[in-house]
């Protein structure tokens, strides 16, 4: 599967790594060449110095031919619109979007964008683990 990541942040730059290992052809861009330190020693996949709403910076990554898209940079307004030129200009056939404000992320969906909201998905873990029981509310029912 040829991957094109836009964002090489903590997420952005541990995406491009497992799926490279996994033997996808992988391109990951960045606005910021410092940030593909991230990427994992012996990378053999493309880092590229651009912006990911940039049609032509898009094509060089190989949008063109690319089976699917994620994007995974800080701002919901640029994930987004990275987005929907991958889907609706270059007909990507698999378009995955990190918005964190959950109330964006529910619009996008409607407008047909598969979006995660990791805000959610944490608050949802941190919830599970504080009504589960564990050592510490295990210790606190032995001292009652």
């Given amino acids: 599967m ?7 942040g903590r997420v952005g730059g541990r995406l491009a790594g497992l799926l490279e290992s996994d033997g996808h052809e992988v391109t990951i861009l960045d606005n910021d060449s410092y940030s593909f330190r991230r990427l994992p020693p012996g990378f053999k ?19 063109e031919e690319a089976d699917a898209f994620v994007a995974v940079t ?9 987005c929907q030129i991958a889907r609706h200009i270059f007909n990507v056939p698999r378009v995955v979007c990190r918005i964190y404000d959950p ?17 959610t998905i944490f608050a949802q873990i ?19």
């Fill in 126 to 144: 941190l919830r599970e683990k504080l009504e589960a029981p564990g050592p510490q509310r295990e210790a606190r029912a032995e001292e009652s």
């Fill in 45 to 63: 996949g493309t880092a590229l110095l651009g912006n990911g709403i940039d049609a032509d910076v898009l094509r060089r990554a190989g949008i």
């Fill in 2 to 8: 040829k991957v094109v990541i836009m964002g090489c």
């Fill in 103 to 119: 109330l964006r992320r529910d619009l996008f969906e409607e407008l047909g964008l598969e979006a995660i909201s990791p805000t």
């Fill in 74 to 82: 800080q701002g919901d307004n640029r994930n987004v619109m990275s």
